[in-house]
């Protein structure tokens, strides 16, 4: 694993004079080389699913409302605050034909309308899902089977407790279609990427991506510890730093 990490558009990346979670976003991250785009998903009230990551309009677009509480005709005629409009998912599957997924269902009353989109995009194959809420997990695992998951919350706690301690891998199973674990380069300052962890994480076939890392320093650290991929707002930044030689350090003492 990691020839070469992957770049993971988060929220599409951020560019200039662009809004998160566009087509305009997206489609740039794709012209830059990226193939695998993250974002949030919500349903509209009439149950179609929009690319977005919170669950209203305040910070986005200035609009004291709920996504879920606005038909999709209403959402497709808000101007977002730095420009263009909410995409909805079924409409990036057909703009983004080779572009891959990593979605994540934010809330319990999207699970449905993400289970429909993919079945009628036929884009079962063209995604990873994730979430933080197991039981969302669990529904769409069921729902949606062979389809890709990242490794939940709790799912990740128990493998890297079994990696920490040195217990064998088969007290911490994954579920079948689990191909990830996506974790945060530390919380509440404990670093939680370790070599360990992905030494451990690659003996189970499983991939390690980092979230959300915008720094080239804590790049080139995390992809020295052999991580699988980086989920970035800065994307052209990140390709720089994958497609650069690793540097080389002079440890002789002086």
Same mark, same amino acid.
């Given at each position: 694993?990691? %020839? ?7 929220? *599409? #990346? @951020? ?6 979670? /566009?087509? =305009?976003?997206?489609? +740039?991250?794709?012209?830059? *080389? ?5 974002? =949030?998903?919500?349903? %509209? ?16 677009? #200035?609009?004291?409302?709920? $996504?879920?509480?606005? /038909? ?9 605050? *730095?420009? #263009? ?17 990593? $979605? ?11 289970? &429909? /989109?993919?079945?009628?995009? @036929? ?11 197991? %039981? +969302?997990?669990? &529904? ?17 706690? @128990? ?26 380069? !530390? ?11 992905? %030494? ?11 979230? +959300? ?15 699988? #991929? ?17 540097? !080389?350090?002079?440890? @002789?003492? &002086?």
């Amino acid at each position: 694993m990691n %020839s070469q990490a992957e770049i993971i558009a988060h929220r *599409g #990346g @951020r560019w200039p004079g662009m809004s998160e979670n /566009t087509l =305009d976003a997206f489609t +740039t991250a794709f012209d830059h *080389g990226v193939i695998w785009m993250e974002t =949030d998903v919500h349903a %509209s009230a009439d149950g179609i699913l929009f690319a977005a990551h919170d669950e209203d309009l305040g910070r986005i677009a #200035g609009r004291p409302h709920r $996504i879920g509480d606005l /038909t999709a005709s209403e959402l497709d005629a808000v101007d977002l605050r *730095g420009g #263009g409009r909410l995409p909805r998912m079924g409409d990036l599957f057909e703009a983004l034909p080779e572009a891959r997924w990593n $979605i994540d269902v934010k809330a319990g009353h999207s699970i449905a309308a993400t289970v &429909r /989109t993919l079945r009628r995009c @036929r884009a079962e194959r063209r995604v990873r899902l994730a979430s933080f809420h197991s %039981s +969302t997990l669990r &529904r769409l695992r069921t729902a949606l089977p062979g389809t890709l998951t990242s490794a939940g919350t709790s799912e990740v706690a @128990r493998f890297a407790l079994a990696a920490a301690v040195g217990l064998p891998a088969g007290l911490a199973p994954m579920p079948a279609g689990v191909d990830a674990l996506q974790v945060p380069v !530390r919380v509440r300052g404990v670093p939680v990427i370790t070599s360990g962890l992905v %030494s451990r994480a690659h003996e189970r076939n499983l991939l390690v991506h980092a979230w +959300t890392v915008n720094a080239a320093e804590d790049m080139r650290t995390l992809l020295a510890r052999g991580i699988d #991929g980086i989920v970035t707002d800065e994307v052209a930044l990140a390709l720089s730093v994958v497609r650069s030689p690793p540097i !080389r350090r002079n440890n @002789r003492r &002086r």
